[in-house]
């Protein structure tokens, strides 16, 4: 049973257009929610968090958004560049474990 | 180096043989984690260690998994008697404490013939 999930594999976007990623999650327990961007044949690389006491934290480009009534968290990327392309991984943390999704493939095109 | 080390980056083997993977965490780091990833999945939590000790082995599929961490640093994730469902990418992490950003290594890509 997957507690948490990312419903699309893939996702394409024109350069200088604004990504959206999103991701829902089933266990109200989780208290930390992250994103994690991985390239091919490297390690996922930690991009940015939120706890679940926001709704929403920016770090340049990047925003995500949390909406715990609705248990769903999105990621905006504005504007989006070729070197965004990547899968990007939402998970979900409490205690010590991390909850991965299956990821989403960003495709920026040019 | 500067970060989380995983050695091989490699490994083919043959049903029914012993692997042992490594990590080398980020130097200071008390907290290690391992993860694995199947095609089309995201990292699945298989142990974590703080300091020496497993403070939360849960994610380990079977007994036939055991990872170790001796003296707090290296750790080695040992498999006995592969199987072609343990093909996959072993990753590791490591931060500096329990409840801090997770720094991944490059991972293991374990396949078994």
């Known amino acids: 049973d997957q507690q948490v999930k990312q419903n699309s594999p893939s996702l394409s976007v024109q350069e200088g257009r604004i990504s959206i990623l999103n991701c829902d999650y089933t266990n109200s327990m989780f208290d930390y929610f992250l994103w994690y961007k991985k390239y091919p044949a490297e390690g996922p690389t930690f991009l940015i968090s939120?706890?679940?006491?926001?709704d929403k934290n920016e770090d340049g480009r990047f925003t995500v958004f949390l909406n715990k009534s609705a248990k769903h968290l999105s990621l905006h990327i504005v504007p989006s560049q070729p070197g965004d392309s990547a899968v990007y991984f939402c998970?979900?943390?409490?205690?010590?474990?991390?909850?991965f999704g299956k990821g989403t493939r960003l495709h920026i095109l040019p | 180096g500067a970060g989380v080390s995983q050695t091989p980056s490699n490994k083919v083997t043959e049903k029914g043989k012993y692997v042992e993977l490594r990590c080398d965490p980020i130097?200071?780091?008390?907290?290690l984690y391992w993860y694995r990833q199947s095609l089309g999945q995201g990292p699945e939590f298989l142990i974590y260690?703080?300091?020496?000790?497993?403070?939360?082995d849960s994610g380990l599929p079977n007994d036939r998994f055991f990872a170790v961490r001796p003296e707090g640093s290296v750790s080695t994730l040992k498999i006995q008697r592969t199987e072609r469902g343990d093909s996959a990418v072993y990753l590791c992490a490591s931060s500096p404490g329990g409840l801090d950003i997770q720094y991944f290594g490059a991972g293991t890509r374990l396949s078994v013939l």
């Open positions: 998970a979900a943390k409490r205690d010590d474990k991390i909850i």
């Open positions: 260690f703080q300091g020496t000790g497993a403070a939360d």
């Open positions: 939120i706890s679940s006491i926001k």
């Open positions: 130097s200071g780091h008390t907290a």
